[in-house]
């Protein structure tokens, strides 16, 4: 269906964070006259001045953290430096290479640290990647303003990170000289191993998938547009394969750095195994750090900004029955839709993943046959209405995959079995000045193997969000003539979430993570913004006003073990921040608390609770705080932890 330009919402064709077609490009806007050209800049993603920059300077020393964060062993890991302020300035997707040789052990736990600085200026928001051997193990992105940093847990990539490895830190980041945006990210990487039992059931093998997809460096990496919407990667499947999954990463470029409000507003992607349809994997809606309103993320992020915590693991094991050659394709839905209704082709999603292989070269493959093969993916398609207040809009889907294979081994026989169903739904109300956006994702994916092996592996989750944004804006120059100045002023409100369980087990061996996450943010602001470029990069050059509060909890639940005997840990995460300032847009927090509880369920009393750290800061006279963390019983290497918490006056 072709939109009526009076319906066409502005919101759709958003500002974006970066410039030069990296994560959110915005085209020339369409439209021969001033009018329509102005109503395609309203501003979904901005950078400070750097004239707002000077007064910047906030403790503790992380200005942005990770929610998510992990209790580690009472033993003395190995720590390995992989790099130290590396400086991405206009260095695009180009990575650094680094040889780092990792200790052969067993290692209960492996972490890993990314730490960024942005100094010299101003700069957007930019993703960043840390791969290995080309293989995507950290997917993320910046703060625009001072630092931020954030962990993972790479336990799962143990057999990969042995011996002599290549580390691919990216950090996508670009120059625009004459509008003074120069800012340079410094990164730094650390490793950290704890020495203990390795957990059964690791995968052994890894293939990077969409190697030199779009650039030629030689890592998992590509963008999918309505132009090229899909990728095939081919490789050889080791004859001592017996289990076999996906790992997928994935984030909106250009138009759909805000997908859920465009139309259409679903996407999933769908993966494909030798031509059958194998998984449909639903994405997350990250916001980075200028994304909607700018100030809702400074100095409290959004959920999966600076560290991606719930990708998508999906079990191919019942198609290994279909021989050694192995064609994996990926696609995004609806991108092509996007281009027809909105006549644009800048919509773009950036994908990385992995093969993960189970393999004994000591039980080979003799062959397999496939049993059940059914795939359904339906989505209704756009469905519009006009009204007196605007438009309304509506999709909606769902799917349900079954496969199953018997697999014959020189040892025996398994059976492999996968069932994945899901469901997705938008809904918009939208005139020239209003958006209500909402979009819900569930998905449900169970699969087991028994035979030769036994294991099972459950993955299921709910992306909900809905987005309320007020927008008005008046041109102070022409807007032909770019760089072009706008009066600008925004209002609104938002709330997104994570539900995400993941349970793997393995000869009786149990690995549990348990995510429920949630963010909301309500406030507005006003002022000046220079258009800088015809793909949508805006500079805030003066502000007016400037009023927000964000809050973020977060439940965190990891166990390992066996099912008698199960350990982990409890985190719970609550923090809360406020921007009311236009002369100090650092903002701050007037709560921030985290709770790790340890889990020992063979013992009744091994459910200690240590407080990392809490605070509630009220707004007032300069002030500083530090708070000293002892842990009883002291669990860790580090028995103390110091935070630094500042507010500023007005």
């Known amino acids: 269906m072709r939109l009526d330009p009076t319906f066409r919402k502005a919101l759709v064709v958003a500002f974006s964070i970066v410039l030069m077609g990296t994560l959110g490009a915005l085209p020339q806007a369409v439209g021969s006259t001033s009018d329509q050209a102005v109503s395609h800049y309203i501003p979904y993603n901005l950078t400070v001045g750097s004239s707002t920059l000077k007064s910047l300077g906030v403790d503790p020393s992380f200005y942005s953290f990770s929610a998510l964060s992990y209790l580690t062993p009472n033993v003395t890991p190995v720590k390995i430096i992989v790099g130290e302020n590396l400086v991405f300035n206009d260095t695009a997707w180009k990575p650094y290479y680094i040889k780092v040789d990792v200790p052969r052990g067993n290692y209960s736990l492996i972490l890993m640290n990314v730490s960024v600085k942005e100094v010299n200026g101003t700069q957007f928001d930019r993703p960043l990647y840390v791969f290995v051997d080309g293989v995507p193990v950290f997917w993320g992105s910046t703060q625009e303003i001072e630092n931020s940093t954030a962990a993972v847990d790479l336990t799962t990539f143990e057999n990969l990170l042995e011996g002599n490895v290549t580390f691919e830190p990216v950090l996508v980041n670009f120059y625009s000289a004459k509008d003074n945006v120069t800012g340079v990210y410094l990164m730094n990487v650390t490793l950290t191993l704890y020495p203990g039992a390795e957990p059964p059931g ?14 030629n460096y030689n890592y998992s990496y590509v963008i999918l547009t309505p132009t090229m919407d899909s990728i095939t990667t081919h490789f050889t499947v080791p004859k001592g394969t017996y289990r076999m999954t996906a790992l997928l990463y994935e984030e909106g470029g250009g138009l759909d750095e805000f997908w859920y409000s465009n139309e259409p507003a679903t996407r999933d992607i769908l993966l494909y195994y030798n031509g059958l349809l194998g998984s449909v994997i639903p994405p997350y809606e990250t916001i980075y750090t200028g994304g909607i309103d700018l100030f809702w993320w400074k100095p409290l992020t959004s959920i999966n900004t600076l560290a991606f915590h719930t990708p998508y693991q999906v079990d191919l094991t019942p198609f290994l029955a279909l021989g050694n050659h ?21 919509f773009d999603w950036d994908l990385s993943g992995v093969i993960l292989l189970w393999v ?19 989505d209704s398609t756009p469905l519009f209405a006009g009204g007196f207040s605007g438009v309304h809009y509506q999709e909606g889907g769902n799917y349900l995959l079954e496969y199953s294979s018997t697999l014959h081994f020189s040892d025996g026989i398994e059976v492999a079995t996968v069932v994945q169903s899901g469901r997705f739904s938008s809904y918009q109300s939208f005139n020239s000045i209003y958006e209500l956006a909402y979009l819900d994702e569930s998905f449900h994916e169970v699969s087991t193997e028994s035979g030769v092996y036994n294991s099972s592996m459950t993955v299921q989750g709910n992306f909900p969000i809905t987005l309320q944004l007020s927008a008005f804006l008046t041109p102070i120059s022409s807007p032909s003539v770019i760089p072009f100045n706008l009066s600008y002023a925004q209002n609104g409100t938002l709330s997104l979430g994570v539900d995400y369980a993941y349970n793997f087990t393995f000869n009786g061996f149990r690995t549990s993570q348990t995510v429920n996450e949630n963010a909301s943010a309500e406030g507005g602001f006003s002022g000046v913004i220079e258009v800088i470029n015809s793909y949508g990069g805006a500079i805030l050059v003066k502000l007016t006003s400037n009023n927000a509060v964000t809050q973020k909890d977060l439940n965190f639940l990891f166990l390992s073990g066996q099912l008698s005997s199960l350990k982990g840990f409890h ?49 007032g006279n300069l002030q500083e705080s530090r708070y000293r963390l002892a842990l009883y019983p002291p669990l860790y290497p580090l028995s103390y932890l110091q935070i630094h918490v500042r507010s500023f006056p007005f």
Do not use: C, D, W
Not at 340 to 346: K, L, M, R, V, Y
């Open 326 to 346: 192995a064609n994996v394709t990926v696609t995004m839905s609806n991108l092509k839709t996007a281009e027809q209704i909105n006549h644009s082709p800048a």
């Open 571 to 619: 985190e719970s995460f609550y923090a809360e921040a406020v921007q009311n300032s236009t002369v100090n847009t650092t903002g701050y927090y007037v709560k921030l608390q985290v709770r790790l509880s340890p889990i020992n369920s063979t013992n009744s009393g091994g459910q200690t609770e240590s407080t990392i750290y809490q605070s509630s800061v009220r707004q």
């Open 202 to 215: 690791l995968p052994n093998g890894f293939i990077p998938l969409f190697v030199n997809g779009t650039f």
């Open 360 to 378: 004994n070269q000591s039980n080979v493959l003799l062959g397999g046959q496939l049993n059940v093969a059914y795939s359904r993916f339906v």
